[in-house]
C-alpha cells in the first residue's frame, strides 16, 4: 500500500467496475483492496470507518482538498469527484457539464436500481415470482429505450465526448449479459444504439483492464 496512491475497496461488480474503469481511464495511481461483499467484509469496522453504509465502492484520497485524506463512498459520487479532482471525463461547457451530471444521475436513480432488481428476481430469487421479473423487465426495457434514443446519432450519452455518464452506465448494461444472463430476456439486441455504444466503451483499454480490479 502507498500513502500517496488512491484506496480503493471495491468489488467487480457494476458499481465496483465504474470506479475501477475511472481510475485507469484518468490514469491515477491507486492500489486495489478486494471487499468480497459475499464474506461480509463490508461490515468489517476498517471499512465501515471509509463507508459508513457499508457498501462498495468506496476510496480514500490521501491528496483530497487542501492536501488532506477525503474517503467518498456511493459510485457517483466517486466518479464525480474523480472528474472534478483531474478536470477530466466531465464537459467544461456549462450545458454539457449539467447534461452529464444529469446522465449519471439518470444511472444512479434509475438504471443501477432497475436493473438490479431485474438481475435479483431475475437470476437469484429463491422463487420466482411471474410479477416481479415481468415489472422490472419491462422497466428495464423501458429504461433500455430512454438510452437509446439519447445515443442516437451519439458516439456517447453527450454527443462526441466520453464522460463519468457513460463509465456511470455501461457496466450495467453489459451485466444484464455477463452476470444477470438476461440479454434474451429483455431483448438488449432490439437497442442498437444501445449495442453499439456499450461495445465502443467496453473495447477502451482502461475498461478491459478495469472490469477484472477486484475480481470475484
Not at 157 to 170: K, P, S
Request: charged residues 20%; hydrophobic residues 35%; neutral net charge.
Amino acid at each position: 500500500m502507498s500513502e500517496k496512491k488512491i484506496q480503493l475497496y471495491s468489488l467487480a461488480t457494476p458499481n465496483g467496475q465504474k470506479v475501477s474503469i475511472a481510475l485507469e481511464e484518468l490514469g491515477l495511481p491507486y492500489d486495489a483492496h478486494t471487499i468480497d461483499i459475499r464474506k461480509g467484509d463490508q461490515f468489517t469496522p476498517e471499512f465501515v470507518a471509509v463507508n459508513p453504509n457499508s457498501k462498495i465502492p468506496a476510496i480514500t484520497d490521501p491528496n483530497g482538498p487542501n492536501g488532506q485524506s477525503l474517503n467518498v463512498f456511493e459510485s457517483g459520487a466517486i466518479l464525480l469527484y474523480l472528474a472534478e479532482k483531474t478536470g477530466k471525463l466531465i464537459p467544461t461547457d456549462p450545458i454539457k457539464r449539467s447534461q452529464c451530471i444529469q446522465w449519471l444521475f439518470f444511472q444512479m436513480g434509475g438504471v443501477g436500481p432497475m436493473f438490479g432488481q431485474f438481475g435479483h428476481f431475475h437470476k437469484y430469487a429463491p422463487e420466482k415470482i411471474p410479477y416481479a421479473i415481468e415489472r422490472y423487465t419491462k422497466e428495464a426495457r423501458r429504461l433500455l429505450g430512454v438510452l437509446n434514443k439519447q445515443l442516437e446519432g451519439k458516439q456517447y450519452l453527450i454527443g462526441d465526448e466520453y464522460t463519468i455518464a457513460d463509465i456511470a452506465t455501461f457496466p450495467w448494461v453489459r451485466c444484464l449479459d455477463t452476470g444477470y444472463k438476461g440479454w434474451e430476456v429483455i431483448g438488449v439486441a432490439e437497442f442498437t444504439n444501445v449495442t453499439a455504444w456499450l461495445e465502443r466503451c467496453s473495447a477502451k483499454p482502461a475498461s478491459q483492464k478495469g472490469f477484472n480490479v477486484c475480481s470475484f
